[in-house]
């Protein structure tokens, strides 16, 4: 089964385009109707259509961590949010990663580096 994403709203729809540039399935939250709502109405839609967040937002997994029903989650830790460092660092995070280490993962993407978790 093919990984699919949620590109939270404090990630540039510009950064959506990109994504999907590289065959990757991703939805965005202003796309879905989830533009302006909370972390929790995000969480639970991502949950039920079994999608990987893309955030910059860290307190997403202080909030969330506990539950262990996510699929995954990506932060962002580009700084500052420039989009083409943003999409450079994506881009060479998704050229590396495999499926199975992203998945029920938390992945921590900075410059020059990436840290990856398990959810549970």
Known sequence: MKLKFLVDQNVSS?????LRKLNLEVEDVRDVGLKGRPDEEVYEYAK???LIIITFDH?????????KDLEGLIILRIHP????????HLKEFFEKAK???IKKRIVIIEKG????????
């Open 14 to 18: 510009a950064t959506t385009k990109f």
């Open 48 to 50: 039920r259509n079994n």
């Open 59 to 67: 307190e997403f997994a202080f909030n969330f961590i506990n539950k």
């Open 81 to 88: 949010q420039i989009l083409e460092s943003v999409n450079i």
């Open 99 to 101: 499926d199975e280490t």
């Open 113 to 120: 580096r990436f840290r990856i978790r398990k959810l549970f």
